[in-house]
């Protein structure tokens, strides 16, 4: 799974898969390893991160620092996910 950069323990990555259509843009976040049901995070139009499911189950405080990193850098992930999947859509 490309990975995008890490924060901490925590991995951020996108989950390759062939989707048709492509998914709205979203991260994943898993602690160590990736897996397919980790947290997912939506990142919005205007770049803003919007919490999905929780799924890996990450502390609060721990998550909302990731999200900030999410956020600062929005735009290098939405460069990542055009270079990997070719379209962007938003969730909103």
């Known amino acids: 799974?490309?990975?995008?950069?890490?924060?901490?323990?925590?991995?951020?990555?996108?989950?390759?898969?062939?989707?048709?259509?492509?998914?709205?843009?979203?991260?994943?976040?898993?602690?160590?390893?990736?897996?397919?049901?980790?947290?997912?995070?939506?990142?919005?139009?205007?770049?803003?991160?919007?919490?999905?499911?929780n799924n890996s189950r990450i502390p609060d405080k721990v998550l909302k620092n990731i999200m900030r990193q999410i956020e600062a850098n929005s735009e290098m992930i939405l460069d990542r996910w055009r270079e990997q999947f070719g379209e962007i859509r938003y969730y909103c």
Request: overall charge positive; charged content about 15%; proline content about 6%.
């Open 1 to 53: 799974m490309p990975q995008i950069f890490r924060v901490g323990s925590y991995v951020v990555y996108f989950w390759s898969n062939k989707n048709n259509p492509v998914e709205p843009i979203h991260v994943h976040v898993s602690e160590g390893r990736a897996f397919a049901s980790s947290t997912k995070i939506w990142i919005t139009n205007s770049g803003k991160a919007l919490i999905c499911n």
